[in-house]
T-cell receptor, first 112, second 111 residues
Framework: DVKVTQSSRYLVKRTGEKVFLECVQDMDHENMFWYRQDPGLGLRLIYFSYDVKMKEKGDIPEGYSVSREKKERFSLILESASTNQTSMYLC???????????FGSGTQLSVL | GENVEQHPSTLSVQEGDSAVIKCTYSDSASNYFPWYKQELGKGPQLIIDIRSNVGEKKDQRIAVTLNKTAKHFSLHITETQPEDSAVYFCAPLASTSKLTFGTGTRLQVTL
């Protein structure tokens, strides 16, 4: 079974801290994605990557950056965390554009 | 970008009844129409998908129907069971690798 692993299930950070969310997939997927999920807003795409060292902005990239140095790993970085970035963060991956997305279990981030 | 609307936002049905969730989209170039199910504490999981060259697809108790002219597709769950209780998302896709998710439908199956 494909596995997408997110490094933390729960994370509490202070305003202004630099935050790293890590995601690893074990199926050699080309594409990797970061979404945030908020009640009533569904899943919104932050960034995605279709190859190593490649990245594309999603719908809400402001305040975030990403890194993909290796194919299996996709990191989401909050340069200076703010309270409005308190949310559930979901990582996903797939082989191609019209293929099934595999999601991690999510990281619930609280910024105080 | 794609404008996606999903209705209803919440749905409560009795065990054994049917449930229907509708997703409308704006981009006429959309050609891939998946539905994801998210159980509490987990990431979403694909349950069924359809491509634009077919109008309906069925997998046991779940089915998806597509109306490309009207730009909507629907998820149908028959003989609902308590384990169907979850949040369901549609995610129509046009030309890029970037899915746009609907805002979700919370389905509650009551005994």
């Amino acid at each position: 079974d494909v596995k997408v692993t997110q490094s933390s299930r729960y994370l509490v950070k202070r305003t202004g801290e630099k935050v790293f969310l890590e995601c690893v997939q074990d199926m050699d997927h080309e594409n990797m994605f970061w979404y945030r999920q908020d009640p009533g807003l569904g899943l919104r795409l932050i960034y995605f990557s279709y190859d190593v060292k490649m990245k594309e902005k999603g719908d809400i990239p402001e305040g975030y950056s990403v890194s993909r140095e290796k194919k299996e790993r996709f990191s989401l970085i909050l340069e200076s965390a703010s309270t409005n970035q308190t949310s559930m963060y979901l990582c996903a991956s797939n082989w191609g554009a019209h293929e099934k997305l595999f999601f991690g279990s999510g990281t619930q981030l609280s910024v105080l | 970008g794609e404008n996606v609307e999903q209705h209803p936002s919440t749905l409560s049905v009795q065990e054994g009844d049917s449930a229907v969730i509708k997703c409308t989209y704006s981009d006429s170039a959309s050609n891939y129409f998946p539905w994801y199910k998210q159980e509490l504490g987990k990431g979403p999981q694909l349950i069924i998908d359809i491509r634009s060259n077919v109008g309906e697809k069925k997998d046991q108790r779940i089915a998806v129907t597509l109306n490309k002219t009207a730009k909507h597709f629907s998820l149908h769950i028959t003989e609902t069971q308590p384990e169907d209780s979850a949040v369901y998302f549609c995610a129509p896709l046009a030309s890029t690798s970037k899915l746009t998710f609907g805002t979700g439908t919370r389905l509650q199956v009551t005994l």
